[in-house]
């Protein structure tokens, strides 16, 4: 049940505070010109506009122009988000296409199976190789390329892997510098980013306390920083805490219940916490500990209780009669026998795109407010719906999306936003 997570290369800023300096057509007003509602559109920024050389004011039509040609986003879409790839020309190394290939925890079974890294940019720690190339999450036009993708398919939020400052996966580099330049190309394409918060040594009430300081501090003033509408009409930030039940309920309850000793309730950095389910037992613990809501994250249909398509109504369920959100996660398929060669069992083949339709229409089926996607990147458990291209480097001949066109997964994507939008406008009537 190990799922792979972030990182972060070290690397040059991005020039200004939210890194728009890459994008003189969107720079912004100092930050006592924002309005307060954090709704700031594209072309709002008008004493920075008045700058733009006639050049700049021609790109900002192009982009308004193919702004126009996408679907419009789908807020109550949200999709997990890597940003943990490196490559030599951004970071000096590759990061995490390089990915060791993980020993099975059992000695005389792992002794049937191959050793070592992976070798890139020909041989990388994935199943599928991605239409970018071994690209570098640092990149901007890689950031951008993901954007313009994330459009296509009518994705209105994405939920970015995120450790603190400092700290990282056990693969990977530090990521959080990384963030400015992904919320600034995000809003250029008026997609909104909201955090997947990932477990790391010491988490803890205090320590999530800090985090979510940390990052409403520096990030909740940028427009593209994502809020949840709730029922009371607060505009609050959602974070998905993944791997919650490593941290028991009770101390969760000191972070989010009202009379807890580091209680976010009622403060400035109060939000919407989303806890993992996997185990039906731990719907009361996310329960009593305080949280929102749950998400099922995993890709694999039948692996764990949670990411079960069969028990998602009756989840749905224990959630309306606790006032808690559900939120399914739902994926194109998995394989990650590249860096799991032990783990074929859990490969979930994609059928041309049938299993990720199942598992939407699963989704839809229980009337949910936001579906989650496993996910746009995640590469090294095959569950990306990524443009990847047909590939082969040596022996090794990489899986692909044929017959279909690289951008498959983000039509699919596209056409179930619409009905998504469809059928919800038909619960609320």
């Given amino acids: ?137 640092r990149d901007p036009t890689v950031i951008e390329a993901h954007m313009q993708q994330l459009r296509t398919a009518a994705i209105g939020v994405l939920a970015l892997s995120w450790y603190p400052p400092g700290m990282k996966d056990d693969n990977g580099e530090s990521t959080d510098d990384l963030v400015p330049a992904i919320m600034d190309i995000a809003h250029k394409y008026q997609v909104k980013v909201t955090f997947h918060i990932e477990p790391y040594k010491g988490r803890d009430d205090l320590s999530m306390y800090n985090n979510v300081k940390y990052i409403v501090d520096k990030y909740g003033d940028h427009p593209a920083f994502y809020r949840y509408k709730t029922s009371n009409g607060k505009h609050l930030p959602l974070f998905y805490v993944y791997d919650s039940y490593l941290t028991s309920p009770e101390m969760w309850t000191r972070l989010l219940m009202e009379s807890g000793h580091h209680s976010i309730r009622n403060t400035a950095y109060d939000g919407i916490f989303i806890g993992l389910l996997v185990e039906e037992k731990q719907k009361n613990e996310i329960l009593t500990a305080g949280f929102d809501g749950l998400y099922t994250y995993f890709a694999t249909n039948g692996f764990s209780f949670g990411s079960s398509h069969r028990n998602w109504k009756s989840i749905k369920v224990f959630c309306d009669s606790n006032n808690l959100m559900f939120i399914p996660s739902v994926g194109p398929g998995y394989i990650d026998t590249s860096i799991r060669p032990w783990n074929l069992h859990n490969t979930r083949n994609r059928i041309n795109g049938k299993y990720y339709e199942t598992a939407l229409s699963a989704a839809l089926e229980v009337r949910t407010d936001i579906v989650s996607i496993t996910s746009f990147n995640e590469w090294h458990e095959g569950t990306q719906i990524e443009k990847a291209i047909p590939k082969t480097a040596g022996q090794t001949t990489y899986q692909d999306y044929l017959p279909h066109k690289a951008d498959i997964y983000l039509e699919i994507t596209r056409k179930w936003a619409e009905k998504f939008q469809k059928e919800r406008e038909k619960w609320l009537v």
Avoid: C
Avoid at 26 to 50: F, M, T, Y
Avoid at 77 to 84: M, N
């Fill in 1 to 137: 049940m190990v799922v792979l997570k972030t990182l972060r290369p070290e690397g040059a800023g991005f020039g200004s505070p939210f890194g728009l300096g890459l994008f003189p057509e969107l720079q912004r007003a100092e930050s006592g010109d924002n309005p307060p509602n954090h709704q700031k559109g594209i072309a709002d920024s008008k004493p920075a506009v008045d700058q733009l050389k006639k050049g700049s004011t021609k790109s900002i039509m192009t982009l308004e122009a193919k702004l126009e040609e996408f679907p419009v986003p789908n807020n109550n879409l949200h999709v997990f988000y890597y940003s943990w790839y490196g490559s030599p020309q951004f970071d000096g190394k590759y990061i995490h296409w390089d990915h060791p290939v993980l020993p099975h925890w059992d000695p005389k079974v792992a002794t049937n199976f191959p050793k070592g890294r992976h070798s890139p940019p020909d041989d990388v720690g994935s199943n599928f190789y991605p239409g970018l190339g071994a690209y570098s999450s």
